[in-house]
């Protein structure tokens, strides 16, 4: 078994939004397995287990990935995550991968896909709500989907701004209010906010928005009455009505689970697409396990490894 050390994997951005595209479109095929992930709460956070098969890679195995936001406090990442890969033959493990790194770059490439697909510009402005390490990686991987013309940014804090412009010094980055940044073709929403950030007047017809942040219950950072205007799209049905977005708002009975429009991987197929270019889109995403064994196979051919015997 081989233990893949890499915090910095160097992986091209374009080849990893291709291979999150192609899990989805396997998804939205039906031929991949992949219950919910399941959820264990602890004191100060969380930490989730995501196990799948992919076939049409011939790969599978389970990613252990936790969510504690207080951890920048502590010095360390709000997100860290381990995946273990197991032969397909005789389930032996035959790879542990340092897979924090590989989770913003996954969760980037299904929202570039995501924008590639629903985004009724090809040519955007983009806004992004929050300024963390997975605001960062939407921005790389949307740029290689669609030609990004500025970028409006808004955050809490003015110096996380100024640095978050400073290491996308390719486009012409403003600070913005939170209104303004909403005034967009592409919104992308990355923060944990347990109450409606992004008010529905502030979105005008024919944006996108990805809406990343609401990852687990009780998190939501959408008014409820922009998801009423717009066709949601989730990445998985189960996990989005247990976790994601529109988790709030079918638990208190303003949306039902029978209003999402489809899945991303249902629209990378063309069985469903957005319905005109005036419509407001959502994709709610919540991470799929999928997704992490598709990178993982990138990474299993680039990343420095340590031998472990097993068993």
């Given at each position: 078994?081989?233990?893949?050390?890499?915090?910095?994997?160097?992986?091209?951005?374009?080849?990893?939004?291709?291979?999150?595209?192609?899990?989805?479109?396997?998804?939205?095929?039906?031929?991949?397995?992949?219950?919910?992930?399941?959820?264990?709460?602890?004191?100060?956070?969380?930490?989730?287990?995501?196990?799948?098969?992919?076939?049409?890679?011939?790969?599978?195995?389970?990613?252990?990935?936790?969510?504690?936001?207080?951890?920048?406090?502590?010095?360390?990442?709000?997100?860290?995550?381990?995946?273990?890969?197991?032969?397909?033959?005789s389930g032996q493990p035959i790879a542990v991968i340092n897979a924090t790194q590989l989770t913003d770059m996954r969760t980037g490439a299904a929202g570039a896909v995501a924008g590639k697909y629903l985004s009724?510009?090809?040519?955007?402005?983009?806004?992004?709500?929050?300024?963390?390490?997975?605001?960062?990686?939407?921005?790389?991987?949307?740029?290689?989907?669609?030609?990004?013309?500025?970028?409006?940014?808004?955050?809490?804090?003015?110096?996380?701004?100024?640095?978050?412009?400073?290491?996308?010094?390719?486009?012409?980055?403003?600070?913005?209010?939170?209104?303004?940044?909403?005034?967009?073709?592409?919104?992308?929403?990355?923060?944990?906010?347990?109450?409606?950030?992004?008010?529905?007047?502030?979105?005008?017809?024919?944006?996108?928005?990805?809406?990343?942040?609401?990852?687990?219950?009780?998190?939501?950072?959408?008014?409820?009455?922009?998801?009423?205007?717009?066709?949601?799209?989730?990445?998985?049905?189960?996990q989005a009505i247990h976790s994601g977005e529109i988790n709030v708002p079918i638990s208190q009975g303003i949306y039902r689970a029978t209003d999402i429009a489809g899945t991303l991987g249902e629209v990378v197929?063309?069985?469903?697409?957005r319905a005109g270019p005036d419509t407001i889109t959502i994709f709610d995403s919540t991470g799929l396990a999928i997704q992490d064994l598709a990178i993982a196979r990138i990474a299993m051919k680039h990343g420095?490894?340590?031998?472990?015997?097993?068993?």
């Amino acid at each position: 078994m081989q233990y893949y050390t890499d915090t910095e994997w160097g992986l091209d951005i374009g080849q990893v939004n291709m291979a999150v595209e192609s899990a989805f479109a396997d998804h939205g095929r039906g031929l991949v397995q992949m219950p919910p992930k399941v959820y264990i709460t602890l004191p100060d956070g969380d930490f989730r287990t995501m196990p799948a098969y992919l076939p049409s890679l011939s790969i599978a195995g389970v990613k252990i990935v936790n969510v504690h936001p207080n951890n920048t406090k502590k010095g360390l990442p709000t997100v860290m995550a381990l995946t273990i890969i197991l032969d397909i033959e005789s389930g032996q493990p035959i790879a542990v991968i340092n897979a924090t790194q590989l989770t913003d770059m996954r969760t980037g490439a299904a929202g570039a896909v995501a924008g590639k697909y629903l985004s009724a510009k090809k040519e955007i402005i983009l806004g992004v709500i929050g300024t963390g390490r997975q605001a960062q990686a939407q921005v790389t991987a949307i740029s290689r989907e669609l030609k990004i013309r500025q970028v409006k940014i808004w955050s809490r804090n003015p110096e996380h701004i100024r640095k978050f412009a400073d290491r996308f010094m390719e486009f012409p980055c403003r600070a913005s209010s939170l209104e303004n940044a909403c005034d967009c073709d592409v919104l992308v929403t990355t923060t944990p906010s347990r109450s409606p950030l992004v008010r529905s007047e502030w979105i005008h017809e024919g944006t996108h928005i990805n809406a990343i942040g609401a990852d687990a219950p009780g998190k939501e950072e959408l008014d409820p009455a922009l998801i009423l205007r717009a066709q949601v799209f989730v990445d998985d049905p189960a996990q989005a009505i247990h976790s994601g977005e529109i988790n709030v708002p079918i638990s208190q009975g303003i949306y039902r689970a029978t209003d999402i429009a489809g899945t991303l991987g249902e629209v990378v197929i063309g069985k469903k697409k957005r319905a005109g270019p005036d419509t407001i889109t959502i994709f709610d995403s919540t991470g799929l396990a999928i997704q992490d064994l598709a990178i993982a196979r990138i990474a299993m051919k680039h990343g420095k490894t340590i031998d472990l015997p097993f068993p």
